[in-house]
């Protein structure tokens, strides 16, 4: 997907009107308090201020991981910074928000094509399958660091939004295993998959429950459990993905080993009934 990043003058221009939203293409998110908020495209804009000490906050769409990390996040630096600036890149950081979401942040001077300069920060925000980007822009260094605050824990809001066509649409590509998912068979188990990288599992064999709670990765198509207190080589890796059955209106996710046979998880949502599938 390609995206046209816009310059500081048409981030302003968007905040100047509109009303407090809370989710946009795949994300759901608050605003910091008395932000001036405004959708348009592929972004919604955050603003508050004017002149050079503005602060601009432009959150673009979530989108499904495609590839390694370094890869995708060079790709949204492309697509939301380098693709419309100059770029000079002061400082990298990286942190977890409270939700346990990764953060890849960028510290850099742009220019854009009239030579106007600015301070920003790019921030690509990376629950488990899902990526996308948040710009923080200012009109100099010192207006930047006090921006960064409220930068900061606006991106500390940010988690999947399950309501949108993004992860609903069966013609959409939805690539996260976040969610309730469950099988019913000889052995019924139920996974539930979390933004922050953790799962748990439940399983009925008969009448011997067992609860198992650890973590997972994602890398491309490869899913990787690793039970808590097992070493990390202890894991065990599935080729993983998901299809649509338009007969009942539901997704399933798909597990695969060359070991055993394809599990068929469904999601679980209150208000559907899933047909029960065998197991394995």
């Not at 939203?21 to 972004?43: K, L, M, T």
């Not at 939700?99 to 030579?115: M, N, W």
């Not at 920060?121 to 990526?131: D, E, K, T």
């Amino acid at each position: 997907m390609t995206r046209v990043s816009i310059g500081l003058g048409v981030l302003i221009i968007l905040g100047a009107t509109g009303a407090r939203a809370d989710s946009f293409e795949g994300w759901q998110y608050s605003a910091p308090a008395g932000y001036e908020v405004r959708a348009d495209g592929d972004r919604v804009a955050l603003t508050k201020g004017a002149g050079a000490t503005v602060c601009s906050i432009a959150l673009f769409e979530a989108r499904a991981v495609d590839g390694p990390v370094a890869a995708e996040t060079s790709l949204e630096w492309h697509n939301i910074v380098t693709h419309a600036f100059k770029a000079k890149v002061l400082k990298r950081t990286s942190f977890q928000t409270p939700r346990g979401t990764d953060v890849e942040a960028v510290t850099a001077r742009l220019s854009d094509a009239d030579k106007n300069e600015f301070s920003a920060i790019h921030y690509v925000v990376m629950p488990p399958g899902v990526i996308g980007s948040v710009l923080l822009t200012s009109g100099t260094p010192a207006s930047l660091a006090k921006c960064e605050r409220d930068a900061t824990a606006f991106v500390g809001t940010l988690a999947i939004d399950w309501s949108s066509r993004k992860f609903t649409d069966p013609e959409a590509r939805v690539e996260t295993p976040v969610g309730r998912w469950a099988i019913a068979g000889a052995t019924s188990r139920e996974y539930v998959f979390a933004s922050n990288g953790t799962y748990r599992c439940h399983a009925e064999t008969g009448d011997r429950p067992t609860d198992e709670t650890g973590t997972y990765t994602l890398a491309h198509n490869q899913l990787t459990i690793t039970p808590k207190g097992a070493k990390p080589t202890a894991g065990t890796t599935y080729t993983w993905g998901k299809r649509y059955v338009p007969q009942s209106d539901e997704w399933q996710l798909v597990l695969s080993t060359k070991k055993t046979t394809t599990r068929y998880l469904n999601r679980v949502h209150p208000a559907w009934q899933f047909p029960t599938e065998p197991g394995s």
